[in-house]
């Protein structure tokens, strides 16, 4: 097999492409979202989200603080992605700032947190996760524009980050792409 072309799970009109030619179409009809992830621990929630971020062609994808992660979870989807790396939370804060960008905190674990189903989103928004266990930092919340949490009705309290990351990821879609805002 060319290790320049991709065959793996990808829509037909892409199979068989090099990978610079469908990362190139992507890049020619990227939504205005993008997704950032404070502090993962968890290799599997890293390739779920990144992997999502994938399937909704979001512009850029951020991670903070720990850099590494096993891309098998992702499928190679990073191929198609811009995936940037911060260090330190203030700098990719001022990023966000400097770019207009609402940043909306997706966090289950504080009083503060609104219903996501409630949530109106803008086009120039980023959703930013934290870690399964102890979710986003207290500056990241602090820091955000809006925080946000799905609604639970079993007996946990939450969806696991991956997951949740996919929903929220979908609900911007549902309503920037597909305007379906009110249904």
């Known amino acids: 097999m060319d290790e320049n072309k991709d065959s793996r ?5 892409y199979k068989g492409l090099p990978v610079e030619v469908i990362a190139q ?5 990227r939504n205005s979202l993008e997704v950032a992830i404070e502090n993962l621990e968890h290799d599997f929630n890293v390739g779920t ?9 979001v512009d850029k994808l ?10 098998r979870g992702a499928m190679c989807t990073e191929k198609y992605l811009e995936v940037v790396y911060w260090s330190e939370l203030k700098d990719f804060i001022l990023d966000q700032r400097e770019r207009g ?8 674990q504080i009083k503060q947190a609104k219903p996501l189903a409630l949530k109106r989103f803008v086009q120039r928004t980023t959703l930013l996760f934290g870690s399964e266990g102890h979710g986003l930092t207290r500056d990241a919340i602090r820091l955000a524009d809006d925080v946000r ?3 639970s009705f079993g007996t946990t309290r939450s969806v696991n980050v991956g997951v949740a990351a ?12 597909l305007g379906r805002a009110d249904e």
């Not at 951020?62 to 891309?71: E, Q, T």
């Not at 996919?166 to 792409?177: F, K, L, N, P, T």
């Open 9 to 13: 799970n990808l829509n037909d009109e």
């Open 25 to 29: 179409v992507l890049a020619g009809k």
């Open 62 to 71: 951020h991670i903070i603080g720990r850099r590494k992660y096993n891309r």
């Open 166 to 177: 996919g929903i929220a990821m979908y609900e911007w879609v549902r309503q920037c792409v």
């Open 149 to 151: 949490e799905i609604e």
């Open 49 to 57: 989200i990144v992997r999502s971020a994938n399937n909704f062609n």
């Open 101 to 108: 960008r609402e940043l909306v905190a997706i966090e289950n």
